[in-house]
């Protein structure tokens, strides 16, 4: 099978099985030159899986894998021309930084290198990563990030068509987590190497991604642009894996004139999309997407529950007449609390309707209040 020459990583109909279990479903999934894509899921959904299948770790039970338009299905992992870099490191705890830097380079057979070029490659490497300073020193004398750094400069210094990085910052703690991302993106725009980012942290997924592929129980069940995610989640499960506060879904079923009945509000869906009467569909709607008002002729009333203070922003839990429950956002300093009661205002096409089987229809809007 051909490929288009700027695909750098193939899978097509890759499947893994351990026995009887599956626990990945046949996918296809194609990573462009230079693009940064991040697998995003909870733990267990199969993303190590993946990765570890694209570098040798682990053989595919179904399916192709074309690392920069060779078929790798029996590639050894050493000769497959990606780079693992892992959340535990695995450095040498009593080599120097240049060394551990170098060693992949010293190891290499298949072109064996001479000392001047894997001096200079080191170099390179490590002035990519901003540790040129550190070169002699050894693992215990450096932070979790610049460790980290070291795996990095480790992975870069090969050259690979591809980096593989499973969860590399989830070591580390939240601020340094926060700067690492930048660096790791900054190494990224600098040298533009095709990156497979495994993480089930959506922030990191949205904030690093050019696409993410969204995994759920060994299925992908989307890939797209991080907004594309957030503004058209092609499921219940992406609905509310992406986004924070959640999505709240409630179940309610299609009237006679193809409204839907929500917190004793109508919603109507775009003219193009017809509700069939009498189905059953989930609706949800973002806390972005809610405001509270002082206007009584607001969309919904509803009674404060609980209430989460972030702050810059609060989150009110309202329960709306006829029983759903809402996030809606708030004034960080508002007065409002558990008890009292409130009029809210949906944007329009604040609500996204799905089927029974999760998949998303369309969106839809308030029509108007129940008399
Ligand atoms: P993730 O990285 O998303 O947390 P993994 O890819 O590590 O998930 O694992 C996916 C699923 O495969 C899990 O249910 C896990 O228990 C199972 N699994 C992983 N490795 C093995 C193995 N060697 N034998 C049997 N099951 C495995
Ligand atoms: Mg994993």
Do not use: W
Not at 157 to 186: G, I
Not at 228 to 247: D, H, K, W
Not at 334 to 344: C, R
Request: hydrophobic fraction near 40%; charged fraction near 25%; proline fraction near 5%.
């Amino acid at each position: 099978m051909s490929l288009p020459a700027d695909v750098a990583v193939s899978l097509i109909g890759v499947a893994k099985s351990y026995g009887d279990v599956e626990v990945l479903q046949p996918f296809d999934l194609q990573i462009a030159e230079g693009e940064f894509v991040v697998l995003l899921g909870p733990s267990g959904c199969g993303k190590s899986t993946i990765l570890k299948m694209i570098a040798g770790l682990e053989e595919v039970s179904d399916g192709e894998i074309h690392v920069a338009g060779e078929l790798v299905n029996y590639v050894r992992p050493r000769d497959r021309n990606v780079a693992m870099v892992f959340q535990n490191y695995a450095l040498y705890p009593h080599m120097t930084v240049r060394q551990n830097i170098a060693f992949p380079l010293r190891m290499a057979r298949r072109p064996r290198l001479r000392r001047p070029d894997i001096d200079e490659r080191t170099a390179e490497a490590a002035e990519i990563v901003e540790l040129t300073d550190y070169l002699e020193r050894k693992p215990a004398q450096l932070s979790g990030g610049q460790r980290q750094r070291v795996a990095l400069a480790r992975a870069i210094v090969r050259q690979p068509a591809a980096f593989l990085m499973d969860e590399p910052l989830s070591n580390l703690d939240a601020l340094l987590r926060a700067d690492m991302r930048t660096s790791l993106l900054d190494v990224h725009s600098r040298i533009s190497k095709t990156t497979l980012y495994v993480t089930h942290d959506q922030v990191e997924a949205m904030t690093m991604a050019d696409r993410v592929v969204v995994v759920n129980e060994g299925r992908i069940q989307q890939v797209g642009k991080p907004r594309e995610l957030y503004t058209a989640p092609a499921n219940t499960f992406v609905a509310q894996f992406i986004g924070s506060p959640r999505m709240s879904l409630h179940k309610t079923t299609v009237r006679g004139d193809c409204t839907l009945p929500f917190g004793g509000a109508s919603l109507v869906t775009g003219a193009d999309i017809r509700l069939e009467p009498g189905v059953s569909v989930t609706v949800g709607a973002r806390p972005s997407a809610f405001r509270v008002t002082d206007a009584t002729h607001a969309c919904f009333a509803g009674r404060v529950g609980r209430r989460d203070y972030l702050g810059s922003d609060s989150y009110l839990e309202v329960e709306l007449e006829d029983g759903p429950q809402v996030i809606v956002r708030a004034e960080a300093d508002s007065p409002l609390g558990s008890g009292d009661l409130v009029h809210v205002v949906a944007e329009s096409g604040a609500f996204h309707v799905f089927d029974e089987s999760g998949a998303r229809i369309c969106r839809a809007s308030v029509r108007s209040r129940e008399q």
